[in-house]
């Protein structure tokens, strides 16, 4: 065998050697890429669902926080027309001092009630407290505000006992959940209703939405108006004629940015593990054809058997 098919037979040698590790280099990054890939499509989808999931979760809570704070005033608001006292003192004949011991201060204080008034058959307000204060508005601005659809339903619905009907109305500027019910005698011995209601508010303020969030562990629950929620989860607010006056939004907290802060560290040695790998890769391949090169211009150029430059190293 001569200098020349030595040569070659030893080039082939290192090319299908070369060509060997490059096929092995292949499959490794693309398996790696395609365990990365699969784990950020499954982190992603795992962060798409918390979210959905989180949203609808709080959206829930919020609604329940709300009904529940509703059935509580209703109830509230049948027991106290339900009452043949409250009846005499409040419908028959004024009595300003039970009044307030019964509806006024007393809601208030107990109950948390900021707005309570009776109204009479003939859409007069007889008597009105705010804050527990004895107030005076007037009945117009009471259905400007749209309380009548109320109003008009507790009336058609009194019968045996009373039915309350819970909405929310924009009085004097400020948002309420409101609860309105119509006085029936208790034993029904004194004819029908005569049309008198009552109604009970709760102003939708910071202490409310403050003990709604603690209660079912919402944080930032908070009131803006209707017009203004640019938040990604709000319920909005419409009085009885369908008309939005504010809206309860509250800020995204969801799983899925503590899922991901948690996996951002195996996510960033995974990346970091494979750019070492394929720069050790890609080094070795150099190297070895370097290798390849060095070895194979020695081969080509020196005598096999002495090691002297031969003929075509002499002509170059």
Aim: net charge negative; hydrophobic share 50%; glycine share 6%.
């Amino acid at each position: 065998m001569n200098d020349l098919e030595q040569t070659e037979r030893t080039a082939s040698s290192l090319v299908v050697e070369s060509v060997r590790v490059r096929h092995a280099l292949v499959p490794i990054l693309l398996a790696l890429t395609l365990s990365l890939v699969t784990i950020g499509a499954l982190v992603l989808f795992a962060a798409v669902t918390l979210d959905r999931q989180d949203r609808a979760t709080t959206l829930q809570m919020v609604e329940a926080g709300l009904t529940l704070e509703a059935g509580r005033l209703a109830q509230l608001a049948r027991d106290q027309t339900w009452w043949d006292e409250a009846i005499h003192n409040l419908v028959q004949t004024l009595d300003p001092e039970w009044a307030d011991d019964n509806i006024g201060s007393y809601l208030h204080d107990d109950y948390d009630i900021t707005l309570s008034l009776v109204l009479d058959r003939d859409e007069r307000i007889v008597i009105a407290f705010v804050d527990g204060q004895e107030a005076h508005p007037r009945a117009r601005e009471l259905f400007d505000s749209g309380a009548r659809p109320l109003v008009n339903a507790a009336r058609q619905a009194a019968g045996s006992a009373p039915k309350a009907f819970t909405g929310y109305l924009m009085f004097r500027d400020r948002p309420y959940l409101v609860a309105v019910s119509a006085f029936v005698d208790e034993e029904a011995t004194h004819g029908p209703p005569d049309g008198a209601v009552l109604l009970l508010g709760q102003r939708l303020d910071t202490g409310l939405l403050a003990n709604l969030g603690a209660l079912f562990h919402i944080e930032g629950l908070g009131l803006v108006g209707a017009d203004t929620a640019t938040a990604e989860s709000w319920i909005l607010l419409e009085d009885p004629r369908g008309i939005a006056i504010a809206a309860l939004v509250w800020p995204q907290s969801t799983k899925a940015r503590s899922l991901l802060m948690l996996l951002l560290l195996p996510l960033g040695a995974v990346v970091v593990a494979v750019v070492l790998l394929t720069w050790r890769f890609l080094a070795l391949e150099l190297s070895e054809r370097r290798r390849i090169q060095v070895l194979l211009t020695r081969l080509a150029t020196t005598d096999a058997l002495t090691g002297i430059s031969n003929r075509r190293a002499f002509l170059e």
